[in-house]
């Protein structure tokens, strides 16, 4: 069973529109959220995260929404850029401490000029 | 430089001939791991280390083998691999769980370049 689920496996957006990638959990042990971001033939790097205390966190073009609720983040990235293009990872972690990262399956954003 | 470092990058090899993919970090991470990339399947963990001589399965261990000696190294062994464990495979490395506001928060992993396998 899919611990975390990115449901759209693609993603078109004109340059300078917003880019808002969607990633659901089923576990409630997920305690921490990461967002990495992958080129072809490079291995992923760190986006950005949150924690479980908070519901938004922002980093320049990037942040990440948690509604704990729902069992639900977003990535929105505002503008858009043309090297934003990439595959995207949304990845959660259990309070455990020893719970190790679980991925989703990503989604690939293409942010066309 | 900070690094996670893999090799071969690429490799093509027949179906039971044993072969070792090296990771090696130079940041003095205590937690590394290994993924396995498929198409529509996304990165599925294989096997960790929380430190030395500390080994756990991942989600997709089986036909796998890891060591961790050291802290700086962490190699995945295939001991008698099979046509399906073609595939990109990523090294990760990080810190692991630190003291945040959240009671803990999970430290950054940065991953190797990834290694491409191909078995025949």
């Known amino acids: 069973d899919q611990q975390v689920k990115q449901n759209s496996p693609s993603l078109s957006v004109q340059e300078g529109r917003i880019s808002i990638l969607n990633c659901d959990y089923t576990?409630?042990?997920?305690?921490?959220f990461l967002w990495y971001k992958k080129y072809p033939a490079e291995g992923p790097t760190f986006l950005i995260s949150?924690?479980?205390?908070?519901d938004k966190n922002e980093d320049g073009r990037f942040t990440v929404f948690l509604n704990k609720s729902a069992k639900h983040l977003s990535l929105h990235i505002v503008p858009s850029q043309p090297g934003d293009s990439a595959v995207y990872f949304c990845?959660?972690?259990?309070?455990?401490?020893?719970?190790?990262?679980?991925f989703g399956k990503g989604t690939r954003l293409s942010v066309i000029a | 430089e900070a690094q996670v470092t893999q090799n071969p990058r690429y490799l093509i090899t027949v179906t039971g001939k044993k072969l070792t993919v090296t990771c090696s970090q130079n940041?003095?991470?205590?937690?590394m791991s290994w993924y396995r990339q498929d198409p529509g399947l996304g990165l599925r963990q294989i096997y960790y280390?929380?430190?030395?001589?500390?080994?756990d399965k991942g989600d997709v261990p089986e036909g796998y083998k890891v060591s961790r000696k050291e802290k700086r190294n962490f190699p995945l062994i295939l001991e008698s691999p099979s046509p399906n464990q073609t595939s990109l495979y990523f090294c990760?490395?990080?810190?692991?769980?630190?003291?945040?506001?959240?009671?803990?928060?999970?430290?950054?992993?940065?991953f190797g370049p990834g290694t491409r396998l191909t078995v025949l």
């Open positions: 990760a490395s990080s810190f692991g769980i630190t003291p945040g506001l959240a009671g803990f928060e999970v430290d950054t992993q940065y």
């Open positions: 576990n409630s042990m997920f305690d921490y």
């Open positions: 949150i924690s479980s205390i908070k």
């Open positions: 990845a959660a972690s259990g309070r455990s401490g020893n719970t190790p990262l679980v």
């Open positions: 940041m003095n991470h205590e937690y």
């Open positions: 280390s929380m430190n030395v001589e500390v080994t």
